[in-house]
């Protein structure tokens, strides 16, 4: 390479100059964060005007269907696309088999019902795993002490297909079983529902930052040992890219990271190596820190929520599942 005829270093070129005022900065700034890079994590609870507290989550409330309804409204006039639904289950209503994910009458698909009556143009995303729903806590049946694989994707086709016909609009597997999103693609084509979206949780690790939402839905009393047969080693990144091949030839659209911010470097590999969608979840945990630390002063609350959410912006996040949304959004606006 031939030397460039202009001088190319310090003092002819000073980095810090386009930084030194807020237009300029404004200017040259290569990511950006607004409403439509969210996606508003809510929790359901059974019941009438519930607005419930979550532990270790300030400024998350479990919320009954109706409650729900009216949180889906604020969000869309915030200008948040879409919301992704959890439910709360009662330690009585858990079985082995996880039947009650399977009924149409559910909490997750009465709320769906009600929101896309009120709401008809937010954006609905269900969970497709058993946990909130099984009695030992785990995403997929249980026998002899290990997670069944292929007879647990039987009952996620079954799961996947009463959330859409309630009216979701894209199914999130998050159970991290093998073949899942091959075979809920083939029984949403068969049953003529073929703009159902599938957003894998293709790169989702065995994360102890999971905690205050196994909480949230009831699954930290029951949960039986981890689950690190299904939920991916954090200590690996070039398996995390073989998921995301395997579940985009199998038919998701849009595939996830989870969590997110101590793994940003898998949503920036990600991104580059398939060009797809790529979502981030910023978990319950990475919830939980920021606002730990907030309300112990040792944090701007406001500036560390935008701060982490333009990171994951820049390392390439089409959106972000998080708890924040609201919140973010209404500091955006
Ligand atoms: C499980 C599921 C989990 C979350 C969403 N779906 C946790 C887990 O695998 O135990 C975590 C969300 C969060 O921590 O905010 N299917």
């Known amino acids: ?36 890079d969210f996606i508003h994590g809510m929790i359901l609870k059974d019941g009438k005007g519930i607005r419930e507290p979550v532990e270790h989550l300030p400024g998350v409330f479990r919320l009954s269907p109706d409650e729900a309804v009216l949180e889906a409204r604020k969000a869309h006039d915030l200008g948040i696309p879409a919301l992704a639904l959890f439910p709360f289950t009662e330690a009585d209503k858990r079985t082995a088999d996880a039947k009650e994910a399977l009924s149409s009458d559910n909490l997750m698909c009465r709320t769906a019902k009600a929101i896309k009556n009120a709401v008809p143009d937010i954006g609905l995303i269900c969970d497709v795993a058993l946990d909130p729903y099984t009695d030992h806590g785990h995403d997929g049946l249980l026998q002899g002490g290990e997670i069944l694989n292929d007879a647990t994707v039987e009952v996620l086709i079954e799961q996947a297909l009463v959330q859409v016909k309630a009216g979701f609009d894209v199914v999130a597997p998050s159970d991290m079983m093998d073949g899942r999103v091959g075979a809920i693609r083939t029984a949403l084509e068969n049953e003529g529902l073929t703009n159902t979206l599938i957003l894998s949780y293709a790169v989702k690790y065995a994360s102890t930052f999971y905690g205050p939402y196994r909480g949230a839905i009831g699954s930290s009393g029951v949960l039986q040992g981890d689950k690190k047969t299904y939920q991916m080693d954090p200590a690996n990144a070039a398996n995390g890219l073989h998921e995301v091949s395997q579940d985009l030839a199998e038919g998701a659209d849009w595939v996830m990271v989870k969590p997110g911010m101590p793994y940003l470097d898998m949503v920036t590999r990600v991104k580059d190596t398939f060009n797809v969608p790529t979502f981030a979840f910023q978990v319950s945990g990475e919830y939980a820190m920021i606002s730990a630390a907030a309300a112990n002063g040792a944090l701007d609350r406001e500036a560390a929520i935008l701060e982490s959410l333009i990171c994951f912006k820049r390392a390439g996040a089409d959106g972000i599942i998080t708890y924040f949304a609201m919140e973010a959004a209404m500091a955006l606006n």
């Open 1 to 36: 390479m031939s030397k460039p005829p202009f001088p190319t270093a310090y003092p002819a070129t000073r980095l810090r100059r386009p930084r030194m005022s807020d237009w300029s900065r404004r200017l040259v700034r290569e990511a950006r964060l607004c409403p439509d």
